[in-house]
């Protein structure tokens, strides 16, 4: 079945720092992806999305692209702020159930 | 503002209990989703219903049920077969129509607990 792979936590960084969150996926046919983020006690955000390979997806200075040849959509962002700091979860959504499959989720925290 | 509503945001179930948690959205989606997410993992798919009066299970349905009897709501009971109930239940939903890869959308979660 399908799966996603992410790094685990907690990365820890200081503020203005470089950040990657590697997220690899293992799906039948072509998945769009996702990376949600999660703030203490609430719900899910969507942060950004690519539904074919080679498509970047961006917000808020984050991006990750769509590597069909390597099975990959790692978060990055080059420059980290504390507000930053939540649960970041990569996802792909099947072709057939219009499901997500989620990673674990990598906590970052950003220190001032 | 439109958007999804869960509640209550914390809920507590003795033993034996069957226990309600509410989802409401009223950004006019068909589907709507049913996940648990347990402490340090992802979220797990629970059930899911792509039009009114249909729904089918997740990856853990057991110990579970749902209803959607209307577009706008889909409620998801927590019975007293489910043995460790304890975890976030987020309920999702999204557009179908246009474009398929439509991302879903998050409700704020109801924490259930074990008195």
């Known amino acids: 079945g399908d799966s996603v792979t992410q790094m685990e936590g907690p990365v820890t960084l200081s503020e203005e720092a470089c950040l990657t969150i590697?997220?690899?996926?293992?799906?039948?046919?072509?998945?769009?992806l996702f990376w949600y983020v999660q703030y203490p006690g609430e719900g899910l955000q969507l942060l950004l999305k690519?539904?074919?390979?080679?498509d970047k997806g961006s917000n808020k200075g984050f991006e990750a692209t769509y590597r069909k040849e390597t099975t990959s959509f790692h978060l990055e962002k080059g420059s980290v702020q504390v507000s930053d700091s939540a649960v970041y979860f990569c996802?792909?959504?099947?072709?057939?159930?219009?499901?997500?499959?989620f990673g674990s989720g990598t906590r970052l925290q950003v220190q001032p | 503002d439109g958007g999804i509503t869960q509640s209550p945001k914390y809920l507590f179930r003795k033993e034996g209990q069957n226990v309600t948690l509410s989802c409401e959205q009223n950004l006019n989606h068909d589907a709507m989703y049913w996940y648990r997410q347990d402490p340090g993992q992802g979220l797990r798919l629970i059930y899911y219903s792509q039009i009114v009066n249909d729904f089918q299970k997740g990856d853990i349905a057991e110990g579970y049920s749902v209803s959607r009897e209307k577009k706008e709501s889909f409620p998801l009971t927590v019975t007293s077969a489910q043995k460790n109930p304890t975890a976030f239940y987020l309920c999702?939903?999204?557009?179908?129509?246009?474009?398929?890869?439509?991302?879903?959308?998050f409700g704020d979660g109801t924490r259930l607990s074990i008195l």
């Open positions: 690519a539904t074919k390979a080679d």
């Open positions: 999702a939903s999204r557009d179908r129509g246009g474009n398929s890869n439509q991302p879903q959308h």
């Open positions: 590697n997220c690899t996926y293992t799906a039948t046919g072509y998945p769009s």
């Open positions: 996802a792909l959504m099947d072709t057939g159930r219009r499901a997500l499959t």
